[in-house]
């Protein structure tokens, strides 16, 4: 029993005397001269923030359907990446649904000469891979230019001249336009890969020193984008969607006249009235405003209440006659006979001296 009662009290000082060791601290409080320290208590370990994005690489399906093969030596970022690297250089991608981005391998995104490779997804429908004769013609630059009209804004130059693959149906092209400032990416480098009911498009800027590589980097970037069988452009079908555009016309922004639809032999929705149609676009106008406008006048005029007359000008007014009041029925009413009496004669002044009638008294 002896030895029982000198070891609990051999390990109450050990409590008491070990390192680190505290006092217990009571329900009541009474006896905690200081408050109790967890084991391996200290400060707490940094938050991690979210990890940078690094890319991904190999082939990686897209939201258009198709698939890109990142090409050797790049990355595949994702459209959250794109759309702040376009608003960090103050600049639009090619019209339609941003997907993602290619850019150089080894680059940084938060670098200042940081580049990519746009991709979009634009799904107006069937696009015609016929008039890439008009590409050497001296006035495609005034066609560009007329078509964009003031919806965006033209470029002063074709420094890459459109080239259509028909095999791939991919078309390639670069715009230059007037720099703001020494830093500022004046030049679009464009690529569009056809599919059956859209196309991908591919936008690099760059600087007017660079046009030369980026055209080698955008080569290689419509060269990773492929659709599936049945997505091709070569599956177009009679009666899918057709959006009346050609090739030029994804440069120009213009879908061609009815005539060079027609003998192209594009079929689906049919290009707006041009020139070469039976009827004037405005004709309708016309009779619309040989319509509306009497109407209008009518509303405006025809409800108008007569102006009053100037205060100088003679108003002769005819004075009202007024009849005579008729007779009242007392007036005109004819008098019985009852009422109607003769005038009595006149009486004649009794005559002088004795009255014969009257007997005189006797004497």
């Not at 109450?12 to 391996?40: E, I, N, S």
């Not at 619309?288 to 108008?304: D, E, F, Q, S, T």
């Not at 009242?328 to 009413?333: F, Q, R, V």
Request: glycine letters at 10%; one cysteine or more; a neutral charge.
């Amino acid at each position: 029993m002896t030895r029982w009662i000198a070891a609990a009290a051999a390990a109450l000082l050990l409590c008491f005397a070990a390192p680190g060791g505290v006092m217990p601290a009571w329900a009541d409080g009474k006896g905690a001269t200081k408050p109790l320290r967890q084991a391996g208590s200290g400060a707490p370990p940094p938050v991690a923030g979210p990890a940078a994005p690094t890319g991904v690489t190999g082939t990686v399906p897209l939201p258009s359907g198709g698939t890109i093969v990142v090409p050797a030596g790049y990355k595949l970022y994702g459209a959250p990446e794109a759309k702040a690297y376009l608003g960090r250089i103050g600049k639009t991608a090619a019209p339609g649904d941003v997907m993602g981005m290619i850019a150089p391998e080894k680059a940084k995104l938060s670098d200042k000469e940081f580049w990519g490779a746009v991709l979009t997804w634009s799904p107006i429908g069937y696009v015609a891979g016929t008039g890439a004769d008009q590409f050497g013609q001296p006035t495609f630059l005034d066609s560009v230019k007329s078509g964009r009209g003031v919806a965006a804004p033209a470029p002063d130059s074709l420094p890459v001249p459109p080239a259509y693959d028909a095999k791939r149906a991919s078309l390639s092209w670069a715009e230059q336009y007037k720099a703001v400032s020494p830093s500022d990416r004046n030049v679009r480098v464009e690529g569009r890969v056809l599919a059956r009911d859209g196309f991908t498009g591919v936008t690099i800027h760059c600087r007017s020193a660079d046009i030369d590589a980026r055209k080698a980097d955008l080569a290689k970037a419509i060269a990773a984008v492929a659709f599936p069988p049945g997505r091709a452009h070569a599956d177009f079908k009679q009666g899918d969607l057709d959006s009346g555009f050609d090739v030029p016309g994804l440069i120009t922004g213009s879908r061609p006249t009815k005539a060079v639809a027609e003998a192209a032999g594009v079929d689906g929705p049919k290009p707006q009235a041009a020139a070469s149609s039976d009827a004037p676009s405005w004709f309708p106008w016309i009779g619309a405003a040989l319509i509306g406008v009497p109407l209008i006048l009518w509303l405006i005029y025809g409800r108008k209440p007569p102006e009053p007359p100037e205060a100088d000008t003679l108003i002769l007014t005819p004075r009202p006659v007024t009849p005579p009041p008729e007779p009242s029925p007392a007036a005109t009413m004819t008098p019985s006979v009852e009422e109607v009496k003769p005038a009595e004669p006149p009486k004649s002044p009794p005559p002088s001296g004795p009255d014969p009638n009257i007997t005189p008294p006797s004497s």
